[in-house]
């Protein structure tokens, strides 16, 4: 089966789909818990399924080496993926390049774009995931397939944030969802919404509202995104022109599976020229919609970053055997200009 996915027929593929998409200044904390409460008690009493699983994986090579935490502390044009609010900040214009390949065909890509305008800045974000070769067999035990098909999903994102006061930022993007496996296909629509506050210098609260997305329908089957609330903190520092450190925490939940999660890395920088990352994650929940520790195999993640002026190349080493994956390898690209 070299070269193919090891799938059976499309019916077990939507079910497996399925299946492995359950399986991810003080009055503004009352405002964020308030937020969370609200949107989880609302989330857990739809009881969507989901679907688009391939948007749980974090596609941004930086964060993901440093445990998928970056709420707060996610930084390039990547970060709209984690806050569409971390727009404001950094160079007038960046862009940012992700790949992702594992086996049998299986892979992520995304471009995403940003550009500043004072207070003001806007994205885009463009994020594939291709799910290789499937093959398509009348039955789990068929000996030998009849057929083959592909599974794909797409999502298009434009985005803008504001820092409305010192300190205080917030962001908003629309997003659009398509998906295809076999001869089906659906779309549907979307929007991320975060926060972001900076009571210290170098220290930063953020909180964001991921993937809250309409129906969309696949041979029948109604899907919703995997909507993630996050909520955490980063702080950053730079000691001296040799050594800056960074360190990110995520509480992240996803309403519709009843699944928890925390998520913390470390960042060294050494001579503004490379950078050691590492992280763990801590909490997830089983089949039973038990909080659970993550499975060793899924525990810790590993990155390396290469920066020279403005470009800079990232790599992760991220465990991803939940979703079936194995170990995989994510490559970033960030450019800068004035």
């Not at 797409?154 to 908003?172: K, N, Y």
């Not at 995520?250 to 999660?261: A, H, Q, T, V």
Request: include cysteine; proline fraction near 4%; hydrophobic fraction near 40%.
């Amino acid at each position: 089966m070299k070269g193919k996915n090891a799938f059976g027929c499309r019916e077990p593929m939507l079910k497996s789909l399925k299946r492995s998409s359950r399986k991810r200044n003080r009055s503004a904390g009352f405002v964020t818990g308030a937020l969370i409460l609200t949107l989880s008690a609302l989330c857990g009493a739809l009881k969507a399924s989901q679907g688009y699983a391939s948007l749980k994986i974090a596609a941004c090579a930086r964060e993901a080496g440093m445990g998928e935490a970056g709420v707060a502390g996610a930084s390039s044009a990547s970060a709209m993926r984690w806050n569409p609010s971390l727009l404001v900040g950094g160079p007038g214009l960046e862009v940012s390049v992700h790949h992702s390949r594992w086996f049998l065909g299986t892979s992520q890509s995304a471009l995403l774009l940003k550009r500043q305008y004072g207070r003001l800045a806007v994205g885009a974000e463009i994020l594939y995931f291709n799910g290789g070769e499937i093959e398509l067999r009348d039955s789990i035990s068929s000996p030998e397939p009849i057929g083959t098909y592909d599974f794909a999903d797409l999502s298009f994102g434009l985005g803008m944030a504001v820092e409305i006061v010192q300190g205080t930022r917030i962001g908003l993007t629309g997003r659009y969802y398509y998906e295809r496996l076999q001869s089906f296909y659906g779309s549907s629509w979307g929007l991320d919404a975060g926060f972001i506050y900076t009571p210290l210098p170098g220290f930063q609260l953020g909180f964001s509202v991921l993937d809250f997305g309409f129906d969309m329908h696949l041979d029948g089957m109604g899907f919703k995104p995997p909507m993630t609330l996050r909520v955490g903190g980063a702080y950053s520092r730079e000691w001296n022109e040799t050594i800056a450190t960074a360190l990110n925490i995520d509480f992240l939940y996803r309403p519709f599976e009843s699944e928890p999660g925390v998520r913390t890395g470390v960042e060294v920088s050494l001579f503004r020229l490379l950078s050691l990352r590492a992280g763990v994650k801590l909490l997830s929940s089983n089949e039973d919609d038990e909080i659970e520790l993550i499975s060793p195999s899924e525990f810790l993640a590993f990155g390396l970053g290469i920066k020279q002026k403005t470009i800079s190349l990232d790599y992760a080493l991220v465990p991803y055997s939940g979703l079936n994956l194995g170990l995989t390898h994510r490559i970033s690209l960030n450019l800068e200009f004035d």
